[in-house]
């Protein structure tokens, strides 16, 4: 079965200290990787995905992300934290072969402590 | 209106009743998505559309059904509602039906039956 798994359901961090947030997956293929965040009480917004290309995706509000296809995995990264980035952060893959397969993980509570 | 919009912000159903939630988009984005959000699961897709005139089941359809009669609009129905279908749903569009295709979300529909 093909899965999202996102080990950790929360993360504590201090500010200004590094961050990570840990996806793994198990899907058929080279799938497309992307990470949303969802503050409270809204939707989830849209923070960087991979495509193709360096393994390493910079997005939004500083994060990065580091595709490693050996290790099927795709965590989340920050080099310092600030205590606005405390959300709830959600990794998802879809599928080349097939757009409407799309899998979410389970989330993680990011929780970032001044 | 700007990006997604859905209504209503919360509801609160007694078991049986019929249910509609509105979604709108402006962005003349070709395709849509429904969502559930559970706690723990994550969000799961309900239907899709990949563009006016065309549906799909997703992941977890059965007691839900949709239509897209125009580019902006993606009602989601729930014929007779049960306490299983209490969740948070979230609307999204993306511009194409591709796979690599950012998705952008609405802020989400509290449902609660009762």
């Known amino acids: 079965a093909q899965s999202v798994a996102q080990p950790e359901d929360q993360v504590n961090v201090a500010e200004g200290n590094p961050l990570t947030v840990k996806c793994t997956y198990s899907?058929?293929?080279?799938?497309?990787l992307f990470w949303y965040v969802q503050y409270p009480n809204r939707g989830l917004q849209f923070l960087l995905k991979y495509i193709t290309g360096d393994n390493l995706v910079k997005g939004s509000y500083g994060f990065e992300a580091e595709f490693n296809k050996s290790q099927t995995s795709f965590h989340l990264k920050k080099p310092s934290a600030l205590v606005s980035d405390s959300a709830l952060y959600f990794c998802?893959?879809?599928?080349?072969?097939?757009?409407?397969?799309?899998?979410f993980g389970s989330g993680t509570r990011l929780s970032i402590r001044p | 209106i700007a990006g997604i919009t859905q209504a209503p912000t919360s509801q609160i159903l007694a078991a049986g009743r019929r249910m509609t939630l509105r979604c709108t988009q402006d962005?003349?984005?070709?395709?849509m998505y429904w969502y559930r959000q559970d706690l723990g699961l994550g969000l799961r897709l309900i239907h899709y559309s990949n563009t006016a005139g065309t549906t799909g089941k997703g992941e977890v359809p059965d007691g839900y059904s949709v239509s897209r009669a125009n580019t902006d609009d993606f009602p989601l129905t729930l014929a007779s509602a049960v306490p299983s279908q209490t969740s948070v749903y979230f609307c999204?569009?993306?511009?194409?039906?591709?796979?690599?295709?950012?998705?952008?979300f609405g802020p989400g529909t509290r449902l609660t039956v009762l």
């Open positions: 962005m003349r984005h070709n395709a």
């Open positions: 998802a893959v879809r599928v080349r072969s097939s757009a409407s397969k799309i899998i």
């Open positions: 999204a569009s993306t511009p194409g039906s591709g796979s690599a295709d950012t998705q952008y």
């Open positions: 899907v058929s293929g080279n799938p497309y």
